[in-house]
């Protein structure tokens, strides 16, 4: 088999992996799909994706990563959280990513219900009903987190597929 051939099944198979790890938090999603990319352009001698194209896709994979650690901070601020719960949401979404599954979803939530009741001072039964609002509102953050990368990564491949078939 032709290395070159090799390395485009390689890219394919960052492409696809990265594209899981939009939904499946262990995995970097979009920086993977750059990877696949990036490949795929080394591999064809950057004739069919040049300079220009690379640089593209890097900066949408830059701004995937921006939107992966503020989402969940900007859905905790959305719904009135103190600077202590945001910032929490944004610990707990980092402390999250060495848990798991179960921890990229409970680790946002967490942080930013105790960052929440820290800044409180109590843990009345109003405190506690503010403190889950702002969890919910981190786990929306993530939701809409998602949404962006996904639509993130539909317009790399866009741009990959176009620079690839047209000159």
């Known amino acids: 088999m032709e290395a070159q051939s090799i390395y485009y ?3 394919i198979l960052l492409v696809l992996v990265g594209l899981a790890g939009i939904v499946l938090p262990a995995l970097p999603g979009l920086p993977l799909v750059f990877a696949g990319m990036l490949l795929a352009a080394w591999a064809g001698g950057f004739e069919q994706i040049g300079g220009w194209t690379v640089l593209a896709l890097a900066v949408l994979t830059l701004v995937s990563i ?9 859905g905790a601020k959305r719904v ?6 945001v910032i929490g949401a944004l610990v ?4 999250g ?3 798991g599954l179960v921890g990229v979803f ?9 960052g ?13 009903g503010q403190a889950t609002r702002v969890g919910i509102g981190t786990w929306f953050g993530l939701f809409v987190g998602i949404v962006l990368k996904l ?3 539909f317009a790399m491949v866009g741009i990959f597929a176009l620079a690839w078939w047209t000159d």
């Open 9 to 11: 099944a390689i890219a």
């Open 66 to 74: 921006g939107v992966d650690f503020l989402a969940s901070a900007a």
């Open 151 to 153: 639509t993130l990564a």
């Open 92 to 95: 707990g979404t980092v402390v």
């Open 106 to 114: 409970i680790g946002p939530f967490a942080g930013a219900v105790i």
């Open 80 to 85: 009135g959280a103190s600077r202590l719960a």
């Open 116 to 128: 929440e009741l820290v800044a409180r001072r109590g843990l009345g039964h109003r405190d506690l």
């Open 97 to 99: 990513l060495f848990f």
